[in-house]
């Protein structure tokens, strides 16, 4: 689970280094895919555990339906892997960086099934419109039946 937020620098080749806690989310994987965001000006990141649950999901929808095709087109077509070196840094592509406006620094933010890549100002300036969102949401949250095996944990 992609937990918390951290600011990483990007150095002149465009690499930049995932968060450790990031990186041991992903379960061993030896990379992350990435891909422009929908809805916001920054760039969005997951495991190939969700990338599978997008292509599970697009699958529920009819075959010849126009959604599917945009969403496959969008997610799956944009998505791109970035493979992590030795020091657990990845190489950002260009186009990407241009998308979220990332230029010396890259806030990274925890989602819980994906994270997010924000221009850290930008980023800023959008949180306080999440926090408005996020009170006005509160009522959504409920209470869920406990994971199987985290009663053992506690």
């Known amino acids: 689970m992609f937990l918390s937020s951290f600011e990483s620098s990007v150095d002149a080749k465009k690499r930049v280094s995932i968060p450790a806690p990031f990186r041991k989310s992903l379960g061993g994987e030896d990379s992350v895919y990435l891909w422009p965001s929908l809805d916001k000006a ?22 010849m339906d126009p959604r599917r095709y945009a969403l496959a087109t969008y997610i799956m077509g944009e998505a791109r892997p970035s493979k992590f070196d030795e020091g657990g840094r990845i190489v950002l592509d260009a186009e990407l960086l241009a998308k979220a406006g990332i230029t010396e620094k890259a806030k990274f933010v925890g989602l819980g099934d994906r994270f997010q890549i924000w221009e850290p100002r930008a980023f800023e300036a959008m949180r306080e419109q999440m926090r408005a969102l996020a009170r006005e949401s509160l009522g959504l949250l409920k209470a869920k ?5 985290q009663a053992a944990a506690e």
């Open 42 to 63: 920054c760039i969005e990141g997951a495991g190939m555990r969700l990338m599978e649950g997008f292509e599970d999901s697009m699958a529920d929808l009819d075959l």
């Open 145 to 149: 039946p406990r994971r199987a095996g």
